[in-house]
C-alpha cells in the first residue's frame, strides 16, 4: 500500500473519531510518526522527543499531535500496532520494542513493498521474551514442553520457536498442505500470562521479562530466552522525507548518547599527561589546552557515566587537580 493510501486510511479513522478537521488538513505533507500510546515505553519516548527538540502539544489525550518545529504529525498508537502501520506505509516511522517488530515479521514476513527498517537501538526498554516454567515442576528445560501447552501473547516467535525445536526432535509432522503441524499447542492470552501456569491452562508461557520479580512471585522459572528487545526506530521502506528521517535519527541518536556520557575536565602536570590520558582517552581523543602556569594542561573527555566515580579516582591518584563532571544535554558524533 502507498504511503498516500495509507495516509488516507489514518485520516478516515480520525474522521470516523471526530478529530478537528484542521488536524486532517495540516497532516499532508508531513512525515507521520507513530509513537507508544502508554505502556513501559511511552514516558521514555516523550523524554526522547524532548530532548530532541521535537516540539508538540497534544490536546485533550487525542491521538494526533502536529510538531510545532517541523513538518511531523504524531500519531499515538499501542506499540504493538506501530510495526503494521509502518510496515504498511500507513506512517513513515516509529518507535516500539524490538520484540513487536520481530513479532509482526513472524506472523506477516516482509517482502519487497512492505517491511520495516531499524533506524537506530534506543537502548532503553530492555526486556526478554523468555520461556517460562514452573519452579517446582518436572519441566527443566525447553524440550521437555514439546506436545505441551503453551500460552503467550507472542504468537508468532512461539510457534517459530517450538517449531524449531519439533524439527530438531523430529516429531513435526506435515499437514495436507505439505506444511509442519505443530504438536506443541499454542494458545493466545492478551495479558497476565504468568497467572496461566497456576490457574491450570498451560505447562509453560512465553512472555516478556524485565527484572524477573514477577515471574519469582508467580512461581516460574526461566529455561530459555527467544529473543532479547530493547526500543527501536524503525521506518517504512519508502518514507515520505528520507532526509527528514536522518535528522530525527541524528537527534535522537545525540540524546541517547549524551545520557551515556559525562564530560570530565581536570588540570594536570604536563609531565603527568600520558599516564591520565589512558585513564581519559575520550570517545576520539581527549582536548588539551595549555594553562597559563607553566608545565600544566587542562584536559576535556567524554566519559561513560557509569565508570566515571572509578576514573575519578584514578585521576585523583594520578595527580590531576581540580577534577569536574559536567552533565552533557546533547551530542553530535
Known sequence: MSLVNGRRKIQ??????????????????????????????QQPTLDLLAGSDIRFRRENRRD??????????????????????????????GITGRDQVLEHEALLPPTEKSGVEEVLDLGFGRCKLQVQVPARGPFKEPKDLLGKNIVTSYDGLTRRYFAHLEEQAGLMNEDKSGRGQLKTEIDHASGSVETACALGVADGIVDLVESGETMRVAGLKAVDTVIESTAVLIKAKHPLNQ?????????????????????CQYNIERSLLDTAIKITPGTTAPTITTLEMAGWVAVSAMVESKRIATVMD???????????VLKIENTRR
Open 243 to 263: 532526509k527528514l528521517v536522518d535528522l530525527i535519527a541524528s537527534r535522537l541518536n545525540g540524546v541517547i548518547t549524551a545520557q551515556k556520557y559525562v564530560l
Open 12 to 41: 478516515e479513522r480520525m474522521e470516523m473519531a471526530d478529530v478537528d478537521s484542521n488536524y486532517l488538513t495540516s497532516l499532508e505533507g508531513r512525515l507521520v510518526f507513530a509513537i507508544p500510546k502508554k505502556g513501559r515505553l
Open 314 to 324: 584514578e585521576l585523583t591518584a594520578c595527580g590531576a587537580k581540580d577534577v569536574l
Open 64 to 93: 494526533i499531535a502536529l510538531v510545532l518545529n517541523h513538518d511531523i504529525a504524531l500519531v499515538f498508537l499501542p506499540a504493538a500496532d506501530i510495526p503494521l502501520f509502518v510496515a504498511r506505509g500507513h506512517v513513515d516511522l
